[in-house]
């Protein structure tokens, strides 16, 4: 029994070792895999008996346990793709294998996910690796807010479909006035002609529009009247057909120290002016406009100074109608479509999964992996918050293999393999001196 048991033991030594040789061989294979995660093999100790001085041991051998560290993760390099990504810290990218055109939410496809992926868009927009992974993402409305979404569930996660030949609008929402009014404008015997500026604005279709801008001085007339220091400003809509959208009556400090800054708005028609921020709520034919001129006893926006008319500064948002010129992802997850005319819009969110126990995941083709009862239940994170890292655009995650610390292990696996098929041989001797007794 005790030598059979011997033999038994040098079996199991080189089944284990088989089984670790195989995990090297696989990690030295996948060492220039993208996103690879590094298989191991444990060894593990076979007791038969326990019997204490009874002259008798039983070898029980070994045996293998393999798994693989999704949790170990590999550099990351960058490359020229916008869409190349890799996730930097915690978390996973969610994907599936296969799209139809026509097909929306996942329905009930189990979660796939992984750490890397070269992503590019295929003849119908879907952004796809070449492997055929899907990236999946929360799609986000016309105004590029992201819903809100379950994070528990997949059930908000569609196919990332991009039109390449899309064109996009960015109405103007805010302007701001610097402009400088002459004060001389305001004394007795001043010409009183009023000062127009045209100020463009883009409306909610893309089209070019204008805002009609005039300041009137109010002159006094009698000559012993020391000046007004009033102006009225008085708006219109082109979009509108020229129509009034808003009058108001301007009055600056004269005062050493707050000199040329705006004393007191007076609302005549329009939207009401805040003072505590400075703005006026306009409504225009193209769309609502805040317009800033500026706050009480505050710099910048609307002063009367000196004797000169100066627009010193007009700002505004928004952007003809331009066509799709590119897309990338930024470290939040965002995917965001550049067009031509410079405006930036979020198209696409894409959350980072995440489970309790990565290395219970169940590996899966193309360094994709999949949850398992072991792995615990996955959750949704907009990335970098919570556990989760960044998303890094232009990038990959390499493979978390060691070829020189696989190369050592082959060394060592290798010998231990040879000195289990040497036990094996003296076995095998002894048990032939054995049935030699006879002879």
Known sequence: MTISS?????????????????TISDNIANSSTYGYKRAAADFESMVI???????????????????????????????????DMAVSGRGMLPVMPSVRMGEGAMGTQPMIMTTTGSFRMDESGVVRTESGLVLLGWPA????????????????????????NQTAADPTTMVSLGVNLPATD??????????PLP???????????????????TVPVAPATAASNTWTMVIRDSASAGAVVGEY?????????????LATVTTVSGGAYNAANGNVALTVAGGPITLSIGRPGEPGGLTQLADTFVPTGITKDGSPVGSLTGVEVDENGYILATYDTGFVRRIFQIPLVDVPNLNGLTPMNNQTFQVSPQSGAFFLWNAGDGPTGSVAGFSREVSATDVAAELTALITTQRAYSSNAKVIQTVDEMLQETTNIKR
Request: aromatic share 6%; charged share 15%.
């Open 249 to 261: 009556t301007l009055e600056f400090d004269e005062t050493r120290g707050a000199g040329g800054t």
């Open 49 to 83: 008996s326990n019997a204490r001085g009874a002259g008798k041991y039983s070898a029980g051998g070994v045996r293998a346990a393999s798994y693989r560290l999704i949790d170990e993760r590999g550099g990351i390099i960058g490359t020229s793709n916008a869409l």
């Open 199 to 217: 100020v463009e604005y883009y409306s909610n279709l893309g089209t070019a529009e204008k805002l009609d801008i005039t300041f009137a001085p």
């Open 186 to 195: 305001t004394n007795v015997g001043a010409a009183g002609a009023p000062i």
């Open 141 to 164: 409305n016309i105004r590029g807010e992201i819903p809100t979404f379950p994070r528990d569930s997949m059930a908000g996660l569609q196919p990332v479909i991009i039109n390449a």
């Open 6 to 22: 011997s033999l038994n033991a040098g079996v199991a030594g080189l089944n284990a070792n088989a089984t670790k040789l195989s």
